[in-house]
């Protein structure tokens, strides 16, 4: 570091000299970045939570959706302008894309709904969607939509980039022939069958005296 600067009636002073140039080496040794705690690139992560509730970006407005901590540290750095433009379209599309949870939104007069209603549909890349993740991302956007507005729909496409897993078969199989000698199992009759019948009879009368 520098030496300090003194002032001209104190430096023609050796004394004071002296105790600048240790002040100067002092402050050289002290770790300023502790300090620096709106420096959000370079700040402690522990100091994170804290600045995420000063600049309110908390819990529905941001920070229970940040998947990790480079999100944290840019939902805080974007928290004064999304605050800026809150209410309004960009807002909300804004938060969305700094959660990695990019989406579109389209207002009533887009798909003719009704006035001052709107739609907005968010992709979910490798991730899945239960009702409770469904309800917070409704609570997000209306965090960020202004007061007039209604949410109509809320779509969400669930994207899966993964590798189609290959999944593989195989069969054994074989076949066994047993020769046995010949039997008759079975007997068809194909000409006609002809049956013939026939009968003898021979009547015996025998006549007594009176």
Do not use: C
């Amino acid at each position: 570091m520098d030496k300090l600067l003194l002032p001209p009636p104190l430096a023609s002073d050796e004394r004071f000299s002296i105790l600048a140039n240790i002040a100067a080496e002092r402050f050289a040794q002290i770790d300023l970045t502790a300090l620096l705690v709106y420096l959000v690139d370079i700040v402690n992560a522990s100091a994170l939570p804290s600045l995420a509730e000063q600049f309110h970006v908390q819990g529905l407005e941001g920070w229970l959706f940040a998947a990790n901590e480079q999100e944290k540290r840019e939902l805080i750095k974007q928290a004064i302008e999304l605050h800026k433009y809150k209410g309004t379209p960009w807002a909300v599309r804004r938060v969305l894309e700094i959660l990695s949870l990019p989406g579109t939104i389209s207002e009533w007069f887009e798909y003719g709904g009704k006035a001052y209603f709107f739609k907005v549909e968010i992709e979910l890349i490798n991730q899945g969607m239960d009702e409770n993740l469904f309800n917070n991302l409704v609570d997000l956007i209306h965090e960020y939509k202004n007061v007039r507005s209604k949410l109509e729909a809320l779509i969400v496409w669930i994207i899966n980039q993964s590798a189609i897993p290959v999944i593989g078969s195989s069969l054994y199989g074989g076949e066994i022939t047993t020769v046995l000698p010949f039997q008759v199992l079975e007997v068809q009759q194909t000409k006609p069958i002809y049956f013939g019948t026939g009968q003898w009879s021979l009547e015996i009368t025998s006549i007594y005296p009176e």
